[in-house]
């Protein structure tokens, strides 16, 4: 069964750093690109990031603020985030992306980030 | 910046047929956006339906199916049940691993 469970999520001020992690089980991680994509209190989804084998990209509103990672000898996804605004406020989901890729399969139970003084 | 346009709000019959749309701000919705599909209840993580254009997961009813229709994406419910009251989510791929989602419809079953 696939699992992906998703921790780090916190209370932070606005200019701070925090890093999330995805950890994944019940499949071959090493071999699944992923994602992260999240959700403002009462609004709709926003693709962060996502990383493969080779490859990296951040939408833009992220984008050198925030840096996806992976350990594939610790089956892990992570997401180190800085220079932190209210609008960075979100439940953060890890998201597998299915064989053959252009596919969001399957979804963490997602991590909630609030940045506040 | 690219917009993904979505019905806000839809109400149907339970037993009846509904089909939400997802539009692309650049224009015509092709297999290339690859349109995924995202059921999402509240409190509760999202849930894929559809993958590249029309494909189910393991998971998907059979009354759920997706397709291509008057240049957007598509979502149709066929026989409508009241457990389909959920906000539904569409996201599309514009190249170089740029998503985006739609900003959600809300699916009343009354």
């Known amino acids: 069964e696939v699992q992906l469970l998703e921790s780090g999520g916190a209370l932070v001020q606005p200019g701070g750093s925090l890093r999330l992690s995805c950890s994944a089980s019940?499949?071959?991680?090493?071999?699944?690109?992923m994602h992260w994509v999240r959700q403002a209190p009462g609004k709709g989804l926003e693709y962060i990031s996502s990383?493969?084998?080779?490859?990296?990209f951040y939408a833009d509103s992220v984008k050198g603020r925030f840096t996806i990672s992976r350990d594939d000898s610790k089956s892990t996804l992570y997401l180190q985030m800085s220079s932190l605004t209210p609008d960075d406020t979100a439940v953060y989901y890890c998201?597998?992306?299915?064989?053959?890729?252009?596919?969001?399969?399957?979804w963490g139970q997602g991590t909630l980030v609030s940045v506040s003084s | 910046q690219t917009v993904v346009t979505q019905e806000p709000s839809m109400t149907v019959s339970p037993g009846g047929t509904v089909t939400l749309t997802c539009a692309s701000s650049?224009?015509?919705?092709?297999?290339?956006?690859?349109p995924n599909w995202f059921q999402q209840k509240p409190g509760q993580a999202p849930r894929t339906l559809i993958y590249r254009t029309s494909s189910k997961h393991s998971w998907t009813p059979a009354r759920f199916s997706g397709s291509l229709l008057g240049g957007k994406a598509a979502l149709t419910l066929s026989g409508v049940q009241p457990d389909d009251e959920a906000e539904y989510f569409c996201?599309?791929?514009?190249?170089?691993?740029?998503?985006?989602f739609g900003g959600g419809t809300k699916l009343t079953v009354l």
């Open positions: 996201l599309l791929f514009y190249g170089r691993a740029q998503w985006v």
């Open positions: 650049t224009g015509t919705v092709t297999s290339g956006h690859y």
């Open positions: 998201v597998k992306d299915a064989p053959g890729g252009y596919s969001f399969d399957y």
């Open positions: 990383i493969g084998e080779y490859s990296i």
């Open positions: 019940g499949f071959d991680f090493s071999r699944s690109a």
